[in-house]
């Protein structure tokens, strides 16, 4: 049930935030400004047709603006230790982020990737040369079955590579401090092994 005094308080508090009067807001919706106010004092909620349109002009997920709140993250300064990966299973789309966060992808919602530990053909070598970190791995490359990306984590830096399809299997990258090496298998998810 949309408890439409939440949903008045949070298009109150977002139009505020954006500098827009209830006229400006109306106007860019091409509805009545006694329509924003009806809304802003709970006294009834967007009509679902509008729902596309109140997101894009206050740019926030449709899902909030029904549930009436935003409940905000912890602030945890981007911890690295927490680093969440999302791959878009239908574009290959990577997208991380540090604390907990809605991602969608080709019109999906999606969950972050569990990393398990290396193990079979998730194993990669490797060996220092020089002032780099060479990595090899004896996983498939195809089409429909590839190692996606590589990123190599330590406390206060991320190092991805992006990978593609028919692409060979090693990979030179500039040695770090000591940390984590993540890899996003196209079919088998997420991969860990320490560095």
Not at 16 to 25: F, V
Not at 61 to 78: A, F, R, T, V
Not at 141 to 159: E, Q, R
Request: some cysteine; overall charge positive; aromatic content about 8%.
């Amino acid at each position: 049930m949309v408890d439409c005094n939440k949903v008045g308080k949070l298009i109150f508090a977002l139009r505020k935030e954006k500098g827009m009067t209830q006229r400006q807001l109306a106007e860019r919706m091409n509805i009545s400004d006694k329509t924003i106010s009806k809304w802003e004092r709970g006294l009834g909620c967007p009509d679902v047709s509008l729902l596309h349109d109140l997101s894009v002009a206050l740019n926030v997920n449709i899902e909030k603006i029904l549930l009436g709140d935003l409940e905000p993250n912890n602030i945890d300064g981007g911890n690295m230790k927490r680093l969440k990966f999302y791959m878009c299973p239908n574009c290959g789309n990577v997208i991380t982020a540090t604390s907990d966060a809605e991602v969608c992808c080709c019109g999906r919602k999606m969950a972050p990737l569990v990393p398990k530990p290396a193990e079979g053909e998730h194993c990669f070598s490797m060996e220092y040369i020089e002032n780099d970190l060479y990595i090899t791995f004896p996983h498939e490359m195809k089409k429909d079955h590839y190692i996606s990306f590589i990123a190599y984590v330590t406390y206060d830096k991320v190092l991805f590579v992006k990978l593609y399809p028919e692409q060979g299997s090693e990979l030179r990258i500039p040695r770090l401090s000591k940390g984590k090496l993540y890899f996003g298998c196209s079919k088998h998810g997420l991969w860990v092994n320490e560095v």
